[in-house]
């Protein structure tokens, strides 16, 4: 059982006022009637009071009406006062959760008194029933409160918040549950990065020089060669490259053209 689930505690003898919790029941015995109440032997050194508005729920005109000396009746503490040594006691059973012990988060055991289309309510031992909302009833989808549970079942559930001036109380089942894993999705392919990628291009053969291509570069290489000269005979080795080189391609052409006929 959970620790945050309050229970009505059961029948009790301490050895002092300050060991006596309240909602503590004894089982006591009636030894004076007054006009106010009634004093209830219930096995201490200080019998306890029941005021005329707590031996019942309805409304007590005479003490007498109810109770009478020598009657074994059940009580339960509801208030104590160890320095006036005294003990109030109450003939109306006490809730097992009051609207001051009710808090955001605890944990609670309750049964199923109706079901609407809505949500469920479920009784706690509260003034009145909680209430647990259809989308709080689990984390799938249902479509009535019925496909989960039935009038008279018994559920765990957690207070998700009290409205003590409504008189409400919101409940929850599958805040006790554990949320579902989804499934991650596989990645989507960055189409603009493949666009972007950069495409590899097929080594294209360098074309075979032909006999004027090469006869060419020879002219120019020899020319090169000769271009670094010392100074005054620079103008005249240069201009003689250049005849050689159009004697070169003079003599290419005429053999291209021998060549083809």
Do not use: C
Not at 25 to 37: N, Y
Not at 125 to 140: F, K, N, Q, W, Y
Not at 153 to 172: A, H
């Amino acid at each position: 059982m959970d620790t945050n689930v309050i229970e009505a505690p059961e029948s009790a003898k301490p050895g002092s006022l300050s060991d006596i919790k309240r909602k503590t029941k004894f089982t006591g015995t009636v030894i004076k009637t007054t006009i106010a109440g009634a004093i209830v032997d219930i096995g201490l050194e200080t019998p306890g009071v029941v005021h005329i508005s707590q031996l019942q729920q309805e409304h007590t005109n005479r003490v007498e009406d109810v109770v009478k000396v020598g009657q074994t009746v059940d009580v339960w503490v509801k208030r104590v006062d160890p320095k006036k040594n005294r003990i109030d006691l109450t003939m109306i059973e006490p809730l097992a959760l009051e609207w001051r012990e009710l808090t955001k988060g605890m944990v609670v055991k309750g049964k199923v008194t109706r079901l609407e289309k809505f949500g469920a309510f479920i009784e706690i031992g509260a003034e009145r029933p909680g209430l647990v909302h259809i989308s709080e009833m689990t984390h799938d989808y249902i479509k009535t409160p019925g496909d989960i549970v039935k009038e008279g079942d018994e559920v765990e559930v957690q207070v998700l918040e009290v409205n003590r001036r409504k008189k409400q109380i919101k409940l929850s089942m599958k805040a006790l549950e554990e949320k579902p894993v989804k499934e991650a999705k596989p990645a989507r392919q960055n189409k603009e990065k493949e666009k972007e990628a950069p495409v590899e291009e097929e080594d294209k053969e360098e074309p075979v020089p032909t006999a004027m291509e090469l006869a060419i570069r020879q002219a120019m290489e020899r020319s090169n060669s000769n271009m670094v000269l010392p100074k005054g005979k620079g103008k005249r080795k240069v201009q003689s490259s250049n005849e050689e080189m159009e004697k070169i391609f003079s003599r290419t052409l005429q053999n291209k053209v021998r060549t083809k006929k």
